[in-house]
């Protein structure tokens, strides 16, 4: 079934929009700013999901595979894919990518894709979930290569947009979390050990729990949890159509709903207590934390999609504390904001990372409606300055960021979206990749290898009753390449992370 939700205000918005960005160009990559600049490769697309719309801060993980028994050092992406199973596009060296395989796992849509190890068995398996199926599917990996459903276990609520991957319980096993769009409680899954999992008590949600981040905030060693809200202050929920009403008539919807960061203390059994609460911007679908101003403490980036194409920023105070927050507009000087309303382009991913290897934590944003990737450079005391920016797959949403050509610096990968055709809002999507090429990195990469190329579709073994383990009984399908293994961690994306 179909949900109407505020979700997609985006796409109500773009047979109204489109034609704006068409008319404002934006140039391939320009640049401001001291120290070492960053710079990118222009973006080369890949097509990755069947249909248009992802819209969730889940889009995928950056991987690496293992063929005919040994370790490929090709990077390879797992993707989110609104009809069918998980999209994996398999690298064949220099941050190139061939073949694109969908995992047919019985499922109607992966809406939201993550990995983890969640049987121990050294091979990283997959975790979707859909708005349509309102419902998570664990696929253990296989070293042929194959996948085998262990499970389905019902979302509370509608249309997952984050899973964060942590052992919330401290028994050495990962645990699943998962927000959703509508519904208020945060589904919390805790691991067997043996890639099957239990309900633990859900953690009471506000409306629209959209974006979360788990961290250890007040140094006890058990992982705590960062939670958006968006609370309706003018006579309930409205819909997409009005809202986009209003932006033409030149008012700005930060006014209709009110956003919130709750702050929740972990227990240490994967139950979580309510500690503090903060006002931030709305529809606030993304959370990082790391330590951008380098002070040993933790502090909270929050991206906020809708009102205002800004981000709030909320220093760490240490135990869990945190200062108000600080807007910084992230749009550039590109972004779409006819009349100053800065709805209009809204900003839709975002990473910290040390881009440039100058030490401090730099940040990239996604604009949706302009389709561009806007880059700062950070200071290492929590402030950012616009360097550049460049054209992307059209209508992207949240970004990946890992080394995709073997060179030991931090690339993107940034998934988007065409704009829609018809009611059915059908298309096929792409993937944008653009390669670091600032001054550290330039002239590294590896050269591209051999790989698969052409579409598939895998089939993936096991059904999973709700909530119960597979039997394993049925066959399983296997793929040409052995299983996914996620990148190891590497200097410029674990610096600044406290805890880390």
């Not at 980036?301 to 945190?322: C, E, H, K, M």
């Not at 550049?388 to 080394?403: H, I, M, R, W, Y």
Request: hydrophobic content about 40%; glycine content about 14%.
């Amino acid at each position: 079934m179909k949900h109407n939700n505020l979700r997609r205000r985006s796409v109500a918005m773009l047979p109204l929009l489109a034609m704006a960005a068409l008319l404002l160009p934006i140039p391939a990559s320009t640049a401001a700013g001291n120290g070492n600049p960053i710079r990118f490769s222009a973006a080369r697309d890949y097509p990755s999901a069947n249909v248009t719309y992802n819209g969730t801060a889940s889009p995928g993980a950056i991987t690496h595979l293992f063929r005919n028994g040994k370790r490929d050092k090709n990077a390879d992406l797992v993707l989110s894919n609104i009809v069918g199973g998980p999209v994996v596009l398999y690298g064949v060296g220099g941050g190139r990518f061939g073949g694109r395989h969908v995992l047919n796992n019985g499922d109607t849509d992966a809406s939201a894709v993550q990995i983890g190890d969640f049987n121990g068995d050294g091979i990283p398996d997959i975790v979707s979930g859909g708005y349509t199926t309102e419902r998570l599917t664990v696929m253990l990996g296989n070293r042929d290569g194959s996948f085998q459903v262990s499970g389905r276990y019902l979302l509370r609520g509608v249309w997952p947009s984050e899973f964060q991957i942590a052992d919330l319980n401290r028994d050495g096993h990962l645990d699943i979390a998962t927000s959703a769009y509508f519904g208020s409680d945060i589904t919390i899954l805790l691991g067997n050990g043996d890639g099957t999992f239990r309900r633990a008590p859900s953690v009471p949600g506000p409306n629209l729990a959209l974006g979360m981040a788990v961290a250890d905030f007040n140094g006890d060693g058990i992982p705590d949890m960062a939670v958006t809200e968006s609370i309706p202050t003018l006579g309930g929920l409205r819909s997409p159509e009005d809202i986009a009403g209003d932006l033409l008539h030149g008012i700005v919807p930060s006014t209709l709903l009110h956003g919130t960061v709750k702050i929740l203390f972990g227990n240490g059994d994967g139950t979580f207590r309510p500690a503090a609460s903060y006002s931030i911007g709305t529809l606030s679908e993304l959370v990082r934390y790391a330590d951008i101003n380098e002070d040993g403490k933790g502090d909270l980036v929050i991206l906020n999609a809708l009102g205002g194409n800004d981000a709030s920023i909320l220093l760490g105070l240490g135990g869990g504390r945190f200062a108000p927050e600080r807007r910084i507009h992230v749009g550039g000087p590109g972004s779409l904001e006819p009349l100053d309303v800065r709805t209009v382009d809204g900003a839709e991913g975002l990473q910290l990372v040390d881009f440039n290897r100058d030490g401090h934590l730099d940040m990239v944003v996604t604009q949706m409606i302009s389709s561009t990737l806007v880059i700062f450079a950070g200071d290492g005391h929590g402030n950012f300055r616009f360097e550049g920016q460049q054209s992307v797959t059209g209508f992207p949403e949240d970004l990946l960021a890992g080394d995709l050509d073997g060179d030991r610096c931090p690339d993107l990968a940034v998934p988007g979206n065409v704009p829609p055709v018809g009611a059915s809002d059908v298309g096929v999507a792409r993937v944008s990749i653009l390669l670091n090429r600032s001054a550290p990195c330039r002239s590294r990469a590896t050269a591209p290898g051999p790989g698969p190329t052409g579409a598939t579709t895998v089939a993936v073994g096991g059904s999973g009753g709700e909530n119960e383990a597979s039997s394993g009984q049925q066959p399983v399908v296997k793929v040409s390449v052995i299983s996914v293994y996620e990148l190891a961690a590497l200097p410029w994306s674990s610096a600044h992370v406290p805890g880390s």
